[in-house]
């Protein structure tokens, strides 16, 4: 596709279900990122990955919290036994640049994720 | 670590100047700028890679202080299509890429 394209757009979840949210990005954009936004708030740093390696995970909240990018492509931000405080929305970027900084970030519209 | 923005509000009247500021504690190698509307996802305004460099495109423009590890962002003669949250972005040298808290700007006519 021409832009990111994430998927699902609204999901709602009981406590303690697991949810995946899907991150297609710009066909050939090495670099990829997650991030959290509460309303109000700036998108706060998850982890990246460069083609399927991830670099930096040291802003996933918990270890109920998995990302991964296997063929370096889409990724997948799975949350196990979601928690209310788990609500809010998840963007994903990509950059075309090789290293973090260098190059534009293009977000996808984001999955908002609320947990009752 | 994140950076520090500021204000973290501001309103003007159609044609009035603003002056967003972003500051780190951690050297910079770089600074983005990015514009968020409500319910929309942030869209990219610039990107300054080196000390002391300077961009702008329309009536938006911005600074980078290396040394200061501070950025600005500067909105001359504001129309109403400007209004949303901007937010530096920063990266610490490879290690991540952090956004700002933001800063609400709403013109007004």
């Known amino acids: 596709g021409a832009g990111v394209s994430q998927s699902p757009r609204y999901k709602v979840a009981k406590r303690g279900q697991d949810v995946a949210l899907r991150c297609d990005p710009i066909?050939?954009?090495?670099?990829l990122f997650w991030y959290q936004q509460a309303l109000g708030q700036g998108p706060e740093f998850l982890t990246y990955?460069?083609?399927?390696?991830?670099?930096?995970k040291s802003g996933l909240p918990s270890d109920r919290f998995f990302a991964e990018r296997p063929e370096g492509s889409v990724s997948t931000l799975k949350i196990q036994r979601t928690q209310q405080e788990d609500s809010a929305v998840y963007l994903c970027?990509?950059?075309?640049?090789?290293?973090?900084?260098?190059?534009?970030?293009?977000f996808g519209e984001g999955s908002r994720l609320t947990v009752l | 670590q994140q950076p520090v923005q500021s204000p973290q509000a501001v309103i003007l009247r159609e044609g009035e100047d603003a002056v967003i500021n972003c500051s780190s504690s951690?050297?910079?190698?770089?600074v983005h700028w990015y514009r968020q509307k409500h319910g929309e996802a942030p869209v990219f305004l610039m990107i300054?890679?080196?000390?002391?460099e300077q961009k702008g495109h329309d009536k938006i423009s911005a600074s980078f202080n290396e040394k200061k590890q501070q950025s600005s962002l500067y909105l001359t003669a504001s129309q109403l299509s400007y209004s949303g949250t901007y937010f530096c972005?920063?990266?610490?040298?490879?290690?991540?890429?952090?956004f700002g808290p933001g800063t609400r700007l709403s013109v007004l006519p």
């Open positions: 300054l890679l080196k000390g002391g």
């Open positions: 990955f460069q083609n399927e390696a991830q670099l930096d």
């Open positions: 970027a990509s950059s075309s640049g090789g290293g973090i900084g260098t190059g534009e970030l293009f």
């Open positions: 066909s050939g954009h090495v670099s």
């Open positions: 951690k050297a910079l190698y770089s």
């Open positions: 972005g920063t990266d610490n040298y490879g290690q991540n890429f952090v």
